[in-house]
């Protein structure tokens, strides 16, 4: 459900490279892109999923839900600078 319908909430922790995904073994792959690189190093999080699937669970609906998602993929995206590069915040 989370890959399909709402925001990739996986960013990658080397700046400043824009990559975002849904998926760790994605993410994996991406390190490639990084020669060097631990390859025990994790993504960071964009957002919470658990919190909006708590949300969710708790009555909110699927679409506000996701609108929050986006808020968080928007917020995220002035913290690091990645406004351009994140501009489609669905990813």
Not at 8 to 23: A, I, K, N, T, V
Not at 37 to 62: A, H, M, Q, R
């Amino acid at each position: 459900m989370l890959s399909a319908h709402f925001p990739r909430w996986l960013h990658c922790p080397h700046s400043p490279c824009p990559w975002r995904g849904h998926r760790k073994e994605d993410f994996k792959t991406h390190l490639e892109l990084h020669p060097g690189t631990d390859p025990k190093v994790e993504p960071c999080l964009v957002y919470e999923t658990k919190v909006v699937l708590d949300w969710i669970k708790d009555g909110t609906s699927f679409e506000t839900a996701a609108r929050y998602a986006v808020d968080f993929v928007s917020e995220k995206a002035r913290e690091l600078g990645f406004e351009e590069e994140w501009k489609d915040l669905w990813g």
